[in-house]
């Protein structure tokens, strides 16, 4: 069915559309004489080889048709492959030789303008003009989408939903991170980018998000899921077609990312209201790697504050669920990218674990061994060389953050001197840091001890006993932290102590208490109780089986 | 009980909570507002419900956006605030949203130094460096937050109650800098009992009970059906 060659009728007639669209685009060229035109249209279409030619007729075909699960296979199969055998290098042909071959279908042009320009960011370098041109891009398909008068008939799969929708933010966050470089930037990128403060900006960036979820109703819909109500009757008219419904709900998730990227972790887990985490049937885990984000985001932020239990307790989570469904990832075109945030969350576990010691799964704490587990000693050590592994492990896995203003333009040397905002975030991260490496040190001197006197303890720890008196206050401020407690709203939780090692002062004297998990028997009796049970049904009914069958005349014989 | 600085507190008023809650938190219009409700904050001396970690937040934010609208002063009202809430990672979340620029200024990086001070248990610099010099002319970094000095005390007699079961007087006296007969009628005024040689006994909890836990596993009624039932023949 996909290997169906079709008469390519639409690319002789066409052709005058195409010298159009091309001369209208081509302002910057100045006018070309129209005989040129036509020619270059013309050879540019044939210029595109006939398996893609293929591909991007049926493509339409399934568009126009709503052919969701063809639709899957054209964008995650046979996309990915053409790209790898023509285009690996070069980017895909013009938008304006495709418009050729799909009678200049608006619609479908924006959709693969937007894959134009992504597979432009991925494998080669965008210009400016790239980045402006895709910008207006977005704004014509979510316009088209939040514009229209009722919900518009179109149905995609929801693997290019979130596709969409990531593709969109990375694009605006490679833009912050561009436009803030002004060092790099020429005189007239800087005009330029002086005169179109409205492209990337934001707001809009923000008001997109914002109104995608508005109008799918998602936060209704997810609450009258959690709370048994009629979630149909939530959705309105847009949120009920699924193409708005998982657009709104992607952009939560999509919200959550750039809220992060800003510094503001606590808006960013109050906007995963509602969206249950520890349910392993939500609606996030339909696509791999909107579920691996989430985590990683999740994690993030309670990270950054100071929340290391949860932390530990999402990565854990996810890193599991990331290593057992390894094998039926392996050909996705996803797996590259959700290796990689599965790496820098091994990285954030091992700077969580070092700050805040407790058991973890013992599969993730073989291969955290493994990866860092050098990087761990030298964490729980304290001092200088702690600090600098944090740093290092944490600019390698942090999101890249981003300044929500363009910079000065006016004044370019103050510009070029600001900190880029990943390092005042680490800045402020290693303070707490800093402060939080009390626990791992003190508590392998504690550990040893039942009762201590102060006095020694600070011989041992070559530390001056005040200072070890507030190191100690240090440490049982900072052993309490707040955990969820799988509730809809991620920041609440409850206070308990985050260590196994506790202690209390009786003047000079540190008498040391430690609470350890007892031996876990009843699961392993109640699996065994269970397995011998049915094995004993098993034995009584094939017994009773022989004994019908024994008593039963056997049918064939008696007819012979 | 434990509410945490997220949850809404209950002199926020609905006005506050609808910018918070919607997209109006975007509107730089609106920073003016919250300016105004963080000004109410700071007159409120009653530490159950004088900080609203969310709205300052958002305030913050808009800051973050809005860089001409920046008020260092706010900015400064709402860090000291942060300093002496229940939780400590207020003060850090208030950070994030800052940026280098703001962080140099004079006040700000005072309040960094008196955080790091306060977290490091290091009380008796902290109050050296908030009060300064006897002749000291300027005026105080945390002028014009009302309870300020009361919430402070709080928070380090929590810290206190939480570390020691028993401690001397003349260590308490320096933790909160009071002289030693205001440190007696707050101990009558907590009911802690002071021996002769000047030690406060403080009542056991959670926090300060050093005792060795086994922490049980909990087997759950659920687990045990598929054996109950077919132990009666089910």
């Known amino acids: 069915m996909y290997q169906e060659n079709y008469d390519d009728v639409e690319f002789g007639g066409d052709v005058d559309l195409v010298a159009n669209s091309y001369a209208n685009s081509n302002l910057v060229e100045g006018e070309l004489d129209e005989e040129e035109l036509i020619m270059q249209a013309q050879a540019g279409v044939q210029s595109i080889p006939e398996p893609v030619r293929n591909f991007l007729a049926n493509l339409h075909r ?79 398909l979510f316009n088209y989408i939040l514009n229209s008068d009722g919900p518009i008939e179109l149905e995609l799969p929801n693997q290019w939903l979130w596709d969409i929708v990531d593709e969109f933010i990375y694009q605006f966050q490679s833009f912050c991170t561009h436009r803030s470089r002004v060092s790099k930037r020429s005189a007239e990128e800087i005009e330029l980018l002086k005169e179109n403060s409205q492209v990337w900006n934001t707001y809009s960036v923000l008001n997109v998000l914002y109104s995608l979820i508005q109008k799918s109703s998602i936060y209704e819909q997810l609450e009258a899921g959690q709370q048994g109500g009629d979630v149909i009757e939530a959705a309105g008219d847009f949120g009920v077609r699924p193409l708005y419904k998982m657009l709104g709900y992607f952009s939560i998730i999509g919200l959550v990312r750039v809220h992060c990227m800003l510094g503001d972790y606590t808006l960013a887990l109050q906007t995963l209201q509602n969206v249950e985490l520890g349910n392993s049937r939500a609606l996030f885990t339909r696509v791999t790697a909107c579920h691996v984000t989430v985590y990683y985001y999740v994690g993030f932020a309670y990270l950054m504050m100071g ?58 704490h073989t291969y955290l061994r493994e990866k860092y587990g050098d990087q761990q000693h030298k964490m729980q050590r304290g001092g200088e060389e702690a600090v600098e592994i944090i740093s290092e492990l944490y600019l390698y896995a942090c999101p890249k953050f981003i300044m929500p203003n363009p910079p000065s333009y006016s004044d370019i040397e103050a510009a070029s001197n600001t900190a880029e905002p990943q390092n005042f975030q680490l800045k402020i991260f ?107 049904n098993n034995i009584e009914n094939r017994q009773k089986t022989a004994i019908a069958n024994a008593g039963k005349p056997k049918a064939e014989e008696n007819n012979t | 009980m434990a509410t945490t600085s997220f949850d809404r507190p209950s002199t926020r008023p609905d006005e506050i909570h609808t910018l918070l809650t919607g997209v109006e938190r975007y509107n730089p219009q609106k920073a003016g507002v919250l300016e105004d409700y963080l000004e109410r904050q700071c007159a409120n001396s009653d530490p159950l419900s004088n900080h609203d970690l969310m709205a300052n937040l958002a305030l913050l934010k808009m800051y973050q956006f809005n860089p001409d609208l920046v008020n260092l002063d706010a900015i400064r009202c709402i860090l000291v605030k942060a ?66 000095d009361s919430g402070l005390r709080r928070l380090i007699i929590g810290e206190i109650t939480s570390t020691y079961q028993t401690v001397a007087v003349k260590a308490v006296e320096t933790m909160v800098s009071l002289n030693e007969e205001a440190v007696l009628r707050l101990c009558k005024e907590y009911n802690w009992p002071v021996d002769g040689s000047g030690i406060i006994t403080l009542p056991l909890k959670s926090e300060n009970k050093a005792k060795n836990t086994v922490i049980k596993e909990n087997v759950k009624f659920e687990q045990l059906t598929k054996i109950i039932s077919a132990a009666n023949g089910i």
């Open chain 1, 62 to 140: 399934n568009l126009a048709n709503c052919n969701v699960g063809d639709l899957a296979y054209n964008y995650e199969n046979q996309f990915v492959r053409l790209t790898d055998k023509f285009y690996g290098k070069a980017p895909w042909p013009e938008p304006q030789y495709v418009a050729a071959l799909v009678g200049d279908d608006g619609l479908f042009l924006t959709l693969y303008r937007e894959l134009y320009y992504r597979h432009i960011y991925s494998r080669l370098h965008p210009s400016l003009e790239v980045r402006f041109r895709s910008f207006e891009n977005y704004c014509d």
């Open chain 2, 83 to 148: 300093l002496i809430s229940q939780s400590q990672s207020d003060f850090n979340l208030c950070l994030y949203l800052l940026s280098d620029d703001i962080c140099k200024d004079a006040s700000i990086s005072k309040l960094l130094v008196l955080r790091d001070y306060l977290e490091g248990a290091q009380f008796d610099k902290f109050w050296k460096e908030i009060y300064g010099a006897e002749d000291d002319d300027e005026g105080s970094v945390v002028d014009d937050i009302a309870g300020f």
């Open chain 1, 430 to 536: 290693l303070r707490e840091a800093r402060l939080q490496l009390v626990i791992p040190t003190l508590r392998s001197f504690l550990r040893l001890y039942t009762t201590m006197d102060l006095d020694r303890l600070s011989t041992f720890l070559d530390m001056d006993p005040l200072e070890l008196r507030n190191q100690l206050m240090v440490y049982k401020q900072r052993c309490r932290q707040i955990k969820w407690a799988g509730t809809p709203d991620l920041l609440q939780g409850e206070i308990t102590s985050a260590t196994d090692l506790d202690f209390a002062l009786q003047e000079d004297m540190i008498f040391i208490a430690e609470s350890r998990v007892g031996r876990r028997y009843a699961d392993w009796f109640i699996r065994n109780t269970n397995k011998i049970q049915d094995l004993v």
């Open chain 1, 307 to 364: 929340r290391y239990a949860d932390a530990i307790q999402s990565y854990v989570h996810i890193l599991t669920f990331v290593s057992r469904t390894r094998q039926y990832h392996q050909r996705s075109y996803q797996f590259d990218a959700v290796n990689k945030k599965a790496e820098q969350m091994y990285a954030l576990l091992a700077i969580a674990v070092s700050l805040s010691p407790v058991r973890v799964d013992e599969n993730i």
